[in-house]
């Protein structure tokens, strides 16, 4: 009886596809940027809804005429009796239709708050990750890198590598470039360091540490 329902088994294969999470990665942003969108959200919350704001100050402005001409109308001799429902008809359409699109209005400002002020929190969380850039009290006035014939001022590119009030760096040709190709060459560099100015000069091939 086993023999005969192992024969009767059915295997059953097929291929299936997995699809796997593709990597997330990270996008780099300007500070710039980022407080460009910061107040890109701010100017959105101050903006007005000028749209129903046109039409409930309209409405409004029509309900209010039409309920006071209620009682002059209604005392006027010579008038068609259906003169005075119109305008009461006016008067509470228009005032009660301002009054539900104030409240509308008021409702949509107030979730728009609500979400711009999620959006601005979240933000904020995001800047609390990355910690806030010491001031370098290290400055490069200039930095000649050549010989006495021919030499470049590296001094932007020795400021890029400012880390934290610290340069440490090889003085070779990757830094800038070579100036005088097949000749030894030196590097001055005037810098300000703790509010006092001070030079050094080193050979290429030195290591510089400030």
Same mark, same amino acid.
């Given at each position: ?54 039409f ?39 005032? +009660?239709l301002?009054?539900? =699109? !104030?409240?509308?209005?008021? &409702?949509?400002? *107030?979730?728009?708050?609500?979400? @711009?002020? %999620?959006?601005?929190?979240e ?14 009290n ?7 890198y ?31 470039g070579?100036?005088?190709? +097949?000749?030894?060459?030196? =590097? !001055?560099?005037?810098?300000? &360091?703790?509010? *006092?100015?001070?030079?050094?000069? @080193?050979? %290429? ?6």
């Amino acid at each position: 009886m086993l023999n005969s329902m192992e024969e009767n088994k059915l295997n059953y294969k097929k291929d299936e596809t997995v699809y796997l999470p593709s990597d997330d990665g990270c996008y780099s942003i300007r500070k710039f940027d980022w407080s460009r969108i910061k107040r890109k959200i701010d100017n959105t919350g101050k903006k007005d809804n000028v749209d129903f704001k046109l039409f409930y100050s309209i409405l409004y402005g029509v309900g209010g005429s039409a309920g006071l001409s209620i009682l002059p109308i209604a005392y006027a001799d010579n008038l068609p009796s259906w003169v005075t429902p119109l305008y009461v008809i006016i008067s509470i359409f228009g005032i +009660g239709l301002a009054i539900i =699109l !104030t409240v509308m209005d008021s &409702k949509l400002n *107030k979730n728009m708050d609500i979400d @711009l002020t %999620e959006i601005k929190a979240e933000m904020e969380e995001v800047e609390k990750m990355f910690p806030k850039q010491i001031p370098s009290n290290l400055k490069i006035i200039k930095a000649n890198y050549g010989t006495v014939d021919k030499s470049i001022d590296i001094a932007k590119e020795l400021t890029d590598k400012i880390i934290v009030g610290r340069l440490e760096t090889i003085v070779t040709n990757e830094i800038a470039g070579d100036p005088t190709p +097949g000749t030894k060459k030196t =590097l !001055t560099i005037e810098y300000i &360091k703790d509010g *006092k100015t001070r030079t050094l000069t @080193l050979k %290429e091939g030195d290591e510089l540490k400030i």
